[in-house]
C-alpha cells in the first residue's frame, strides 16, 4: 500500500510520499515513490505514484525517456495543463498496452498520480491524475490532494491545512499526517521521501528522504501524541445516567 499527500500553497508546493509497496511478516518492499523532471530557471515538475507498480513504473520510464527527445514531452510543454495532458495520455497508453480490451479483469493495472510544479510564467499548480487519465487542479478552497491510503492521515489535513499554511506548517502535518497513518496502517512505511517547493524559485527543490531513525521525526510524533492524549484528558466527562 502506499500513501502520498501534495499541497498547493501560497508560498510553493509540499510533497510526501511513503516507499512500501508491500507489508507482510515475511516481506517488506521499498521503491521510491517520488518522482524529479526539471530545467532550473524554466520549470521544477514534482510527481507522485500511487497503484500498481508495475504501471506506474511503465509511465514515469516512458515520461523520462520521451523527455531527452524533440517529441512533446513534460519538459517542453507551454503549460501546467499541457503537461498533465500528456502524464495523462503516456497513463492511458501504458493501461491499454498492457491489458488490451480489458480482458484481464482479475488484474488491477490502474494507478493514481499526483503532478505539481511551476513552469515559467505560471503560477504553481497541482493536479490529480485518475487511473483513466483524466484530472482535476487543486484550489485556493481545496489545496491539498492524497492518493493510496488517505483516509486515515485526511483529518488532520482538513483541521490545519489551507491556501495561507506557511511551507515549515505543512511539511510539520504532512509528517503528522504519515504518522497517524502508519499508526493504523503497517502497510505504509518509512522512509518518508519530501520536497518543498518554494513559489517562483524555478529550481531545484528541497528534498528530505525521512529514515526510521530521524530525531525530528520521533519527537514531533511522541509531542503529538502527548498533546492528543493530553488535550482529551482536559476534557470535561459526560454525567452518565444510571438507570
Request: net charge negative; aromatic share 10%.
Amino acid at each position: 500500500m502506499t500513501y502520498c499527500v501534495a499541497m498547493r500553497l501560497a508560498d510553493g508546493l509540499v510533497f510526501a510520499s511513503d516507499s512500501r509497496t508491500n507489508a507482510g511478516f515475511d516481506q517488506i518492499s521499498t521503491f521510491r515513490k517520488m518522482h524529479v523532471f526539471e530545467k532550473p530557471g524554466e520549470r521544477e515538475l514534482v510527481l507522485l505514484s500511487a497503484g500498481n507498480l508495475a504501471t506506474s513504473q511503465s509511465v514515469i520510464s516512458l515520461l523520462e525517456r520521451q523527455a531527452g527527445t524533440d517529441v512533446h514531452n513534460v519538459l517542453n510543454t507551454g503549460s501546467m495543463f499541457e503537461t498533465a495532458e500528456i502524464v495523462g495520455q503516456t497513463m492511458r497508453e501504458v493501461i491499454r498496452r498492457d491489458n488490451p480490451d480489458g480482458r484481464l479483469s482479475h488484474v488491477d493495472f490502474s494507478c493514481s498520480l499526483i503532478l505539481g510544479g511551476q513552469i515559467r510564467g505560471e503560477e504553481p499548480r497541482l493536479f490529480n491524475i485518475y487511473p483513466e487519465g483524466n484530472f482535476i487542479e487543486a484550489t485556493e478552497e481545496t489545496p491539498f490532494f492524497q492518493i493510496g491510503e488517505s483516509k486515515y492521515g485526511k483529518p488532520i489535513l482538513d483541521r490545519v491545512i489551507s491556501y495561507k499554511t506557511p511551507l515549515n506548517r505543512a511539511y510539520q502535518c504532512a509528517l503528522i499526517s504519515f504518522d497517524s497513518t502508519m499508526k493504523s496502517n503497517l502497510s505504509v512505511g518509512m522512509p518518508i521521501d519530501v520536497a518543498i517547493y518554494q513559489r517562483d524559485a524555478l529550481k531545484p527543490c528541497f528534498t528530505e528522504r525521512v529514515e526510521e531513525n530521524s530525531n525530528y521525526f520521533d519527537e514531533l510524533r511522541q509531542q503529538w501524541h502527548e498533546g492528543i492524549q493530553g488535550l482529551f484528558n482536559q476534557l470535561e466527562p459526560p454525567v452518565l445516567a444510571s438507570r
